[in-house]
């Protein structure tokens, strides 16, 4: 398996994965609505107690996991103005320092989801409704933290080839 099929393997998992936490909340909030509305007819449960504990763990962990993908196809907000101005050979340099800018600050980001994970997983902190450890929201935005990195890591990689006129990753296939 080639680093991009590994890298692309990796984001696109994380991505499906991360989509379907979010379908899972919105509908776990559509139930709690509707139990909510449904109480003063005395039909159904009523809401989920904790609804905002799940919510705010689950896109948390979600935004997290959208992170490598959205990094392997480029896709984050970028000031491209002067982009069609520059050769081609700027702006492989300008990715270059765009791609190491971004794994210092996505190895950064995992570094410190996992010291406020070890630090609320030590103190055993609890969500105040369902009373949830804490760190369970830490420790699934850090898989997404780590995959981001990772993913950042091969887009150096990626750019630093396009460089030094290397073919690109992507466009490898194997025989």
């Not at 950064?108 to 760190?135: C, H, N, S």
Request: hydrophobic share 55%; aromatic share 10%; charged share 15%.
């Amino acid at each position: 398996m080639t680093l991009y099929k590994f890298a692309e393997a990796l984001a696109r998992w994380m991505a499906l994965l991360s989509g379907l936490v979010l379908l899972v909340v919105v509908a776990l909030t559509c139930v709690s609505i509707a139990g909510r509305a449904l109480l003063p007819l005395d039909i159904g449960v009523g809401p989920i107690k904790g609804i905002y504990d799940l919510t705010e763990i689950g896109v948390g962990a979600a935004i997290f996991g959208f992170l490598p993908w959205c990094q392997l196809q480029r896709s984050h907000a970028a000031v491209d103005l002067f982009q069609p101005v520059f050769g081609g050979a700027l702006n492989r340099v300008l990715n270059v320092i765009v791609d190491l800018g971004m794994l210092i600050a996505a190895v950064l980001i995992a570094w410190r989801l996992y010291l406020g994970m070890t630090d609320k997983l030590r103190y055993g902190e609890t969500t105040f409704i369902m009373q949830l450890p804490v760190w369970w929201g830490y420790a699934a935005s850090l898989v997404g933290a780590v995959a981001f990195a990772l993913v950042t890591a091969f887009c150096l990689i990626r750019s630093l080839r396009a460089l030094t006129g290397q073919p690109d990753p992507t466009e490898e296939t194997t025989a």
